[in-house]
């Protein structure tokens, strides 16, 4: 169960956001919030402690409790083995907390994996998707799960409003998770908890505004029903609008979520359903690089979008998820969820030609819609044979998914010149190319993915040693279809058995030693649009991890310490510009996180990585060379400190760092390395009896100008810029 601790009250400050729209909005939810009932009523002697509990899901288990500091958790899911201490799994994970997401206000969930030094961020191909490179490999956005489910949440960006934990699992996890559909997951996986109603009535209102003039306004509220409290029901809802702190780039996004959970002595059910409408008008995009990278970043705060792209993205999603106690020793679960997804995309994604910064560019027109079906059940339980204990599980799962597309260019009417210094605009040119009906896009694309997977966690030794070994038997099955005709052109299958081994020992009650052997599975991946062989499919791949690690814990301060080595196929686009899959990539490295409070009233999180890769493949050019767009170090140090003698104000801050990267297979381009530090303040206070949550964030200080990522799509390398300076103001409001 998780727990917020409120402080004692403090004179108030005053936040005076300009926009009407944001006075009218306050307005209405504080009528909304009044009307709801059974309000938490916050006076300056009941405000020294007052606790809210959450549950994750229909899990008797709940989520797993916060570790000191209340920014990550004490363990969290392990794929269909459930939710695990970090000193209980041989595996690397982080679950980070909703308090944590408030106190840093995130926007989304890139927002939140700022602060793992294993993650760094780039964009997935061609759109605005946000991408994720755990251990120096892609998890693509749409290959998030929810709650376990994978593809039911909006594939290019996720608002954080909605989300209670982030669950980061460090490698290859195809045997516990089951493949990912979106072809990635190789260095990890990332889960998202939903929210559920806590114990205690919560109505909480909070309003933001963005340096640059983007305004937010969102609810969060909560009541549990019935006599015994069986019943509960969380409403999340948020809408931001207006030009962020890049000129000209605008936001609006709307999203509402409801969460209900029914409890009984042997049975929990739970279900959500989700609504996202996300649109960004002049988004700046992503650079492209053919023979050389720009001689300096150009200004973070500029904008060299054209002034007719933009992205759009409507997701309507569901889960059901239900457990039962069959008796003391066994229980059974289910689970199922839906989504139906509709984008649209006007881009014109620059190429650099020269050190300059001249680009050239050209429109892309893009429609997709998605419909996405996937289901799983399981048994887990306990059992003794002997002086062994055992908890083992068994499940089974299915995904569905059908992608439609069209899109179109103006490629070959010419292409336009500009410079990311000096940006040209341009009236927008017609489309000179379409494949496919742009008005009502055509099945391009199916895939299906089945599995069974049995599990057992052997535990001797008064549970000090634990040993778990399981397989999973996975079908990956997809189609290929032509995008004007809709005829079958490609079918690829593939049915895999992927092993594991994990074994954990506790030496002491501070220390746990752990190595685990485990297999990745993915889906083949496409040949980009450009590419000879455009849309080529190929068939999955398997990859495989080997790691060994340490893991402290004092009770109030914590860490790991994890070496790693992965490997999987390659693949490249070459010099012709056919899109191939060959040879072999290796990803190895060392890993130290830390957390939680080494003294009262201060809160640490962080780590370092430390990254070795290597292609192997037939390809001279490339062969021994390092892997495009991953940095050999990358670290993070956050503190969140308490003034003494202020009771309620509290300071933190985090630095950035990220070494340089190659943009090239062939290791020829390059760009620097950047240090970002981030800085913010929160203040506890009452107004009207009602505790008011005030916080203040400047991220990238320095307003330093540098590119962030350099990759994103495989063996293909293109540079994202970082925000400027950027300024967020929230007042959060406990009625």
């Known amino acids: 169960m998780q727990q917020h601790t409120f402080l004692a009250p403090l004179p108030h400050l005053r936040l005076r956001p300009s926009a009407l729209a944001v006075r ?36 008797a288990e709940g989520l797993t409790p916060s570790y000191a500091g209340n920014q990550v958790a004490r363990g969290g ?3 269909l083995l459930g939710n695990q201490d970090i000193m209980d799994t041989p595996f690397s994970t982080t679950a980070y907390t909703h ?5 840093q206000q995130a926007k989304s969930v890139a927002d939140v994996l700022q602060n793992d030094p294993s993650v760094r961020l780039a964009r997935g191909f061609g759109t605005f998707q946000e991408l994720y490179m755990i251990r120096g490999f892609n998890v693509y956005s749409d290959d998030m799960s929810y709650n376990g489910l994978y593809g039911l949440l909006p594939r290019q960006y996720l608002a954080a409003e909605l989300i209670e934990r982030v669950e980061v699992f460090r490698g290859a996890s195809a045997f516990l998770n089951g493949a990912a559909p979106g072809s990635s997951g190789i260095g990890g996986s990332i889960n998202v908890l939903p929210k559920r109603a806590g114990n205690e009535p919560l109505t909480q209102v909070t309003l933001g505004a963005e340096s640059g003039g983007r305004y937010s306004a969102a609810v969060d509220m909560a009541r549990r029903f019935g006599e015994d409290q069986s019943s509960g029901l969380r409403i999340n809802a948020v ?12 936001q609006e996004l709307s999203m509402l979520t409801a969460g209900w959970d029914w409890r009984s002595r042997n049975v929990r059910l739970s279900a959500d359903l989700g609504y996202q409408n996300n649109k960004n008008d002049q988004h700046r995009p992503s650079v492209y690089i053919d023979t050389v990278v720009p001689s300096a970043a150009p200004d973070a ?13 409507e997701d309507t999603f569901g889960t059901v998820r239900g457990e039962v106690d069959f008796n003391g020793s066994m229980m059974g679960w289910a689970a199922a969820g839906m989504r139906k997804g509709k984008e649209s995309n006007r881009l014109a994604d620059p190429t650099v030609t020269n050190a300059n910064g001249d680009v050239t560019f050209y429109r892309y027109e893009n429609e997709r819609e998605d419909d996405i079906a996937t289901a799983e059940v399981g048994l887990r339980g306990k059992a003794k044979t002997g002086m062994v204990n055992h908890a083992w599980a068994l499940s089974t799962s299915v995904f569905r998914s059908k992608e439609f597309n069209a899109y179109g260019n103006s490629y070959s009417g010419g292409l336009l010149n500009s410079n990311l210094n000096n940006p040209v605009f341009y009236a927008m040119p017609g489309l000179t190319f379409v494949s496919g009906d742009l008005a009502d896009p055509l099945l391009v ?44 052109e490609s079918h690829n299958k593939k049915t895999k058995t992927t092993p594991i081994a994990g074994i954990v020992y506790k030496a002491s009650q501070q220390i746990s030693t752990y190595a685990n052997y485990i297999e990745g599975l993915e889906k083949g991946p496409v040949a980009p649009s450009y590419a000879t062989n455009a849309f080529a499919r190929f068939a999955p791949q398997v990859s495989e991890q080997k790691e060994v690690g340490v893991k402290y814990d004092a009770g109030k301060f914590g860490g790991s310490l994890a070496y790693f080595s992965t490997t999987r196929p390659g693949s490249y686009l070459t010099s012709s510009w056919e899109f191939m899959v060959e040879g072999e990539q290796q990803n190895q490295g060392v890993e130290l996180n830390m957390f939680g409070t080494p003294m009262k009233g201060l809160r640490l999180l962080g780590g370092v990585t430390l990254l070795d890769t290597e292609q192997k493949t037939s390809d001279s050019s490339r062969d021994g060379k390092e892997v495009i767009g991953v940095p050999k170090t990358m670290a993070n140090v956050g503190a969140d400190w308490d ?12 630095v950035v760092y990220t070494s340089s990267q190659y943009v090239d297979g062939a290791n020829t381009l390059e760009i620097p390395s950047w240090t970002r530090l981030d800085i913010g303040v929160r203040y506890l206070t009452t107004i009207a009896d009602n505790l008011v949550t005030w916080r203040a964030r400047i991220d990238n200080v320095t307003d330093k100008s540098y590119w962030a990522s350099a990759g994103g799509y495989p063996g293909e390398g293109y540079l994202v810029l970082g925000a400027p300076r950027t300024l967020n103001v929230s007042a959060t409001i406990d009625f």
């Open 643 to 654: 003034v003494p003698g202020t009771n309620g104000l509290s300071l933190n801050g985090r």
């Open 77 to 79: 899911r392990v794929g």
């Open 24 to 59: 009218l909005a306050l307005a209405g939810l504080m009528v909304a919030g009044t009307s709801a009932g059974a309000q938490e009523q916050a006076t300056e002697k009941t405000l020294a402690e007052i606790t809210v509990s959450a549950s994750a899901d229909a899990s």
């Open 301 to 313: 705060s500029k904008n060299f979008a054209q002034s007719w792209t933009y992205t759009k993205e």
């Open 99 to 103: 308090a944590l997401i408030q106190d």
């Open 445 to 488: 694309s199916r895939v299906n993915l089945s599995s069974v997977a049995v599990a057992d966690t052997l535990s001797f030794l008064d549970d000090r040693l634990m040993l778990t070994v399981g397989a999973r038997n996975q079908t990956m099955e997809s189609f290929g279809y032509n995008y004007d005709t809709g005829v079958e």
């Open 239 to 250: 809408h931001r609008d207006g030009e962020g702190s890049v000129e000209n780039e605008k």
